[in-house]
Structures are given as structure tokens and as C-alpha cells.
């Protein structure tokens, strides 16, 4: 216990810095010649696959054959680390853009790369604002193939599985595509919150069945929140499956 801490500290700490730092400066180098986020998408999930290769985490993926490359999502995910988009990132191909919170925006250097690479900053405290980047998210999903990814508790958590914010629901059916539920399990354990220890070890990815939104309206979206919460409650309560690996 005590050398795995000095590792991390000492080696692993470091190491993640350094990557971030490199990537980083790469991303908004490519940025200045690629206004799609294409390309800063990619050194993303390059950057990803780093950090779980110096953190010595492995990627067990099931059902990403349930998911179109060129399609267009809503992705939802529960939420337990701030290794948990690392872990989306490397696995899942489909390009797609997350939803921070509107003060990683205020951040030098972090938020103009978030701005540069398409990513949606949302204020959860405005409804207005809330509202409006709801609004934002489904129109950059109509306006080309870009899926969305979010975290529908709101916020990392210890332990139960939170109810639903209704965004997630909104943006899908707005823009008329799939919501994916997706289930990340043993990620608790990698980075536990409060914690700055990065420990290794395999986690789960698991890809649930797309829900449909296209016969659905605005007024459905709090009953669909609840139907996404079950599907990720059954997927993390699932047995595991014959498992396509992804080492990183």
C-alpha cells in the first residue's frame, strides 16, 4: 500500500501532468487548422489512452458492436471518478463532445481548449442558461455526426445510483436520436473522490441497448430519465458477459 502511494505520487502524478500538458498544446496547435474538433477529438482519445497506460488501467469493453461509428448519440454514463472520461474516451469511437460545467470554461488554457475542441459549457444553477445549452448541445447533434456525452446525476457520487436530470432526455429527443445508456463499473476504486491517488487496475465499459426517441416528445422527457436510470441500474447489476478487451 504505502509503495503503490509513492507511485503514484512520485511517478504516476507526474506522468499524468506532463501527457495532459503535451496533448494538450497539441490539441490547440491541430485546433488553429481543424474548426471541426475532429482532430482535437482524436489526440483526446490518444491523450486518454496515455493516461490509462501510466495509471496501469484496463479497459473491459462489452457491446460497443451496438454502436454505429458514424452515428449520432446522446451518451449518458454514471459518474464516480475523473477517470471516467479517459475510460469513454478510449473505448467508445464514435466522435462526440461532452457538457462541463461553465467554470471549467473560466479555467486559462483548460476552458479555451474546451471552446477550441466544441465541447458545451452549461450552467446547472440558471435554468435559462441550463435550457439554452440543452438547446446548443441538439442542434450541434442535427448539424452533423456528433454525438453528445453526459453524466445525467449531475455530478460525480459515492455511491447509489442518483436520480435523472431530465437534460440527457431533453437534447435526444429534440434532436430525434438514440440515447445510450452506458455503465462504468469499478471506477470508484481507480481515482476514489477526495482522494488525488490514481490506482490501477480493470474497469468495465458496458454498452447498453440504444433507446429510441424519434416517437417521442418534450413532454416524455422525465418519464425517459427514469427508463435511463433502470437501464444503467440493470446493466451495473448485470452478470458479466463474453467480453472484447480493451487493453490500454
Not at 499524468?16 to 482519445?45: E, K, N, P, Y
Not at 452549461?122 to 440543452?134: F, I, K, T
Not at 457520487?157 to 429527443?173: M, N, P, Q, V
Not at 436520436?177 to 481515482?191: D, E, F, H, K, Q
Amino acid at each position: 500500500m504505502y509503495l503503490r502511494k509513492l507511485r503514484a505520487v512520485f511517478i504516476t502524478a507526474p506522468l499524468i501532468v506532463l501527457a495532459t500538458a503535451v496533448m494538450g498544446s497539441l490539441s490547440l496547435l491541430v485546433s488553429l487548422f481543424d474548426s471541426s474538433g475532429h482532430g482535437q477529438h482524436r489526440i483526446a482519445r490518444t491523450w486518454s489512452r496515455i493516461l490509462l497506460a501510466i495509471a496501469r488501467v484496463t479497459v473491459r469493453a462489452e457491446g460497443l458492436e451496438k454502436i454505429a461509428p458514424e452515428g449520432s448519440y446522446v451518451f449518458i454514463a454514471n459518474h464516480r471518478s475523473y477517470m471516467d472520461i479517459p475510460v469513454v474516451l478510449s473505448t467508445i469511437s464514435a466522435q462526440f463532445r461532452f457538457m462541463a460545467n461553465k467554470n471549467l470554461f473560466s479555467i486559462p488554457f483548460i476552458g479555451y481548449h474546451l471552446h477550441r475542441a466544441g465541447h458545451l459549457p452549461v450552467d446547472n444553477a440558471n435554468p435559462r442558461e441550463s435550457l439554452r445549452s440543452m438547446t446548443e448541445a441538439a442542434r450541434v447533434i442535427q448539424k452533423g455526426d456528433i454525438s453528445i456525452l453526459i453524466f445525467p446525476e449531475g455530478g460525480r457520487t459515492h455511491g447509489e445510483l442518483r436520480s435523472f436530470k431530465d437534460g440527457a432526455a431533453y437534447i435526444a429527443i429534440k434532436a430525434g436520436v438514440p440515447v445510450v445508456p452506458v455503465a462504468l463499473i469499478g471506477m470508484r476504486n481507480i481515482l476514489p473522490m477526495g482522494s488525488g491517488i490514481v490506482n490501477g487496475g480493470e474497469v468495465v465499459l458496458r454498452v447498453g441497448e440504444p433507446v429510441p426517441t424519434i416517437d417521442l416528445s418534450l413532454q416524455d422527457r422525465t418519464r425517459l430519465s427514469g427508463e435511463l436510470r433502470d437501464a444503467i441500474a440493470r446493466l451495473l447489476d448485470k452478470t458479466p458477459e463474453r467480453a472484447e478487451v480493451t487493453v490500454q
